[in-house]
Each structure stands twice: as structure tokens, then as C-alpha cells.
């Protein structure tokens, strides 16, 4: 079955530094883009980021865009969520997702567990 | 941005009810709408994509109809496990985005 393991959250000043990974098993990692949501504290989910199946491309929120940078290597099967300039407001879980589409991109099926990024002094 | 809003914000309900959750895009997004079910502490999980598709294993009693701006969920004979966060999510364009959430108590 499709599983995504989300690592490297914890504690970080402002304006430091964080890479997240996201390990994907169960399924064709190359064949689908992927996508990066948070969820702040006790609030609402926000998309952050996507990548297409080949890493052609990429979109952002603009609140990140500039800071963060989504990545992927499908040797590893594995994702990423650089991220630069951090901001207390990106205090937040991060959660890996799959899109559901080969072709296109479209809904998020499947999400990791998610991983908690804390920005404070 | 499309923005997704959801209502009402917080639904009352008890076992063996019917509830409806709605969600209004600021623009039209044909059926490009999915709903999302999100327990405390768990990742969401997908209930239902291009407004009305049940993903696997999903119940029928989870329902959803609309097109354009309008959409509803609607959850038949509520059960216990359906006491939960319920968000929309559009992919008809990016920025994706969400609704801020019904919880469902």
C-alpha cells in the first residue's frame, strides 16, 4: 500500500534553515507529482508546494515563494521541502501527498503522517 | 487565489442524523472539488474527488454534489467515526486551496 514518511521537523530560529524528506513506498514514485501542505497549530490545512512526476516544474504558495523549494529524486523515492528564511508563521505540521494523477495534476490521495516544524527563538 | 468557503464552521449532530457541509468558490472551478475527512492527530484522508467520485473504501453514505461555485457534502446516517474535521479542496488551478474546515461534534 502507498506509504509517505515525512523526517526532519523540529526547532529552528527565525530566518534559519530546514530540509524536509518524504520517503514514498507502495507505489511509482516517478509516475506522480507530489505535493507539500501544512496545518499551523490548531488551524486549517494550507497547500505549500507541488512537483511534477519529473521535476519539470513547480508551484508554490506565494507566501513561501522565494524561501522554499520543493524537490524530489526519484532514484530514492524520496521528496523534499527546502526551506530557507523561516517565519514564525510557518510554524506548522508538514505533510507529504501524492497527487492522484499520472498525467495531470490533481487531488491529493495519499499523505504521509506529517512532521512538525517549530520557528521560534 | 480561489478562495473555498466552507459553512457552516462547526455542525451539531448525533448519530443516525443527516448532515450537509457546503462549500462556495470565489470563481467557478467546473467539478474540480474534492472533500477531505481529518481526525485529531491523523493526516486527512480523501473522501470524494471531481465533486461527486467516492475514493476507494469510502462509505456510500458520504455523498457530494454541486458544479461551478456550489458544492455540499452531505453524510447520510452519520456513525460514530464520522465525528471529524471535513475540508474542501480545489484542483482546478493553483495556488490548490483549501476550505477552513467544518468540525463535525
Known amino acids: 500500500q502507498v506509504r509517505l514518511v515525512e523526517s526532519g521537523g523540529g526547532v529552528v530560529q527565525p530566518g534559519g534553515s530546514l530540509r524536509l524528506s518524504c520517503a514514498a513506498s507502495?507505489?511509482?514514485?516517478?509516475?506522480?507529482?507530489m505535493h507539500w501542505v501544512r496545518q499551523a497549530p490548531g488551524k486549517g490545512l494550507e497547500w505549500v508546494a507541488f512537483?511534477?512526476?519529473?521535476?519539470?516544474?513547480?508551484e508554490y504558495l506565494d507566501s513561501v515563494k522565494g524561501r522554499f523549494t520543493i524537490a524530489r529524486d526519484n532514484s530514492k523515492d524520496t521528496l523534499y521541502l527546502q526551506m530557507n528564511n523561516l517565519r514564525a508563521d510557518d510554524t506548522a505540521v508538514y505533510y507529504c501527498?501524492?497527487?492522484?494523477?499520472?498525467?495531470?495534476?490533481?487531488?491529493?490521495?495519499?499523505w504521509g503522517q506529517g512532521t512538525l516544524v517549530t520557528v521560534s527563538s | 487565489a480561489i478562495q473555498m468557503t466552507q459553512s457552516p464552521s462547526s455542525l451539531s449532530a448525533s448519530v443516525g442524523d443527516t448532515v450537509t457541509i457546503t462549500c462556495r468558490a470565489s470563481?467557478?472551478?467546473?467539478?474540480?472539488l474534492g472533500w477531505y475527512q481529518q481526525k485529531p492527530g491523523e493526516a486527512p484522508k480523501l473522501l470524494i474527488h471531481?465533486?461527486?467520485t467516492l475514493h476507494a473504501d469510502v462509505p456510500s453514505r458520504f455523498s457530494g454534489r454541486g458544479s461551478g461555485t456550489d458544492f455540499t457534502l452531505t453524510i447520510s446516517s452519520l456513525q460514530p467515526e464520522d465525528f471529524a474535521t471535513y475540508y474542501c479542496?480545489?484542483?482546478?488551478?493553483?495556488?490548490?486551496?483549501f476550505g477552513q474546515g467544518t468540525k463535525l461534534e
Open positions: 479542496l480545489q484542483d482546478f488551478n493553483f495556488p490548490r486551496t
Open positions: 471531481a465533486t461527486y
Open positions: 507502495g507505489f511509482s514514485f516517478s509516475q506522480f507529482g
Open positions: 512537483i511534477w512526476k519529473d521535476g519539470s516544474s513547480e
Open positions: 501527498a501524492k497527487d492522484m494523477w499520472e498525467l495531470i495534476a490533481g487531488l491529493l490521495d495519499y
Open positions: 470563481q467557478d472551478v467546473r467539478n474540480d
